[in-house]
T-cell receptor, first 115, second 111 residues
Framework: KAGVTQTPRYLIKTRGQQVTLSCSPI?????VSWYQQTPGQGLQFLFE???????NKGNFPGRFSGRQFSNSRSEMNVSTLELGDSALYLC??????????????FGEGSRLTVL | GQQLNQSPQSMFIQEGEDVSMNCTSS?????WLWYKQDPGEGPVLLIA?????ELTSKGRLTAEFGITRKDSFLNISASIPSDVGIYFC???????????FGKGITLSVRP
């Protein structure tokens, strides 16, 4: 079955702009998580959604937001971009409320560069 | 907050050698996962562990869920060049808690 799909794969923005990233989970997966990956900090948890509800949230400023739609697809938005927001943004999906709860399956990521 | 410690940051081994990595935490986890990330790709799940003391093997990979539930280990035997990448450990303390990642170990394999 198809894996996690993230769009766009690459994008360049300037400071102050905003960006929206999209994620389509594996068919049947209802939980979507977002992570920010930078060379120095590894994978930092942004938020997790299940059935259109935010279930967990990481320690990121309010400029970072997300949502999940009824078809489990998810978007994340970053407003007022800063240079430090340059990173690989990874989306992962998982089944929920089963033994496989812990297993996240990642997309290839969206590489954001802020100039 | 919860943190997972992986060290060293980089490892260099000769093709054919075995390599062991560990991941430690000050908190108890109920699930341990090991991922590998190739350049330009997202992390790929290698092994999932759900029970303290569990030892799971997949091909040349063997992972262990530490008995204290505060650590996990990954062993790669007879390394090959395609083992190059970043290896992350990850842990979850409960069914509804977030998955926490270590900072990863970059593995280089010399032919």
């Amino acid at each position: 079955k198809a894996g996690v799909t993230q769009t766009p794969r690459y994008l360049i923005k300037t400071r102050g702009q905003q960006v929206t990233l999209s994620c389509s989970p594996i068919s049947g997966h209802r939980s979507v998580s977002w992570y920010q990956q930078t060379p120095g900090q590894g994978l930092q948890f942004l938020f997790e959604y299940f059935s259109e509800t935010q279930r967990n949230k990481g320690n990121f400023p309010g400029r970072f937001s997300g949502r999940q739609f009824s078809n489990s697809r998810s978007e994340m938005n970053v407003s007022t971009l800063e240079l430090g927001d340059s990173a690989l943004y990874l989306c992962a999906s998982s089944l929920a409320y089963s033994r496989g709860t812990g297993e996240l399956f990642f997309g290839e990521g969206s590489r954001l560069t802020v100039l | 907050g919860q943190q997972l410690n992986q060290s060293p940051q980089s490892m260099f081994i000769q093709e054919g050698e075995d390599v062991s990595m560990n991941c430690t935490s000050s908190s108890i986890f109920n699930t341990w996962l090991w991922y590998k990330q190739d350049p330009g790709e997202g992390p790929v799940l290698l092994i999932a562990l759900y029970k303290a003391g569990e030892l799971t093997s997949k091909g040349r990979l063997t992972a262990e869920f530490g008995i204290t539930r505060k650590d996990s280990f990954l062993n790669i035997s007879a390394s090959i060049p395609s083992d190059v990448g970043i290896y992350f450990c990850a842990g979850r303390s409960g069914a509804n808690s977030k998955l926490t990642f270590g900072k990863g170990i970059t593995l280089s394999v010399r032919p």
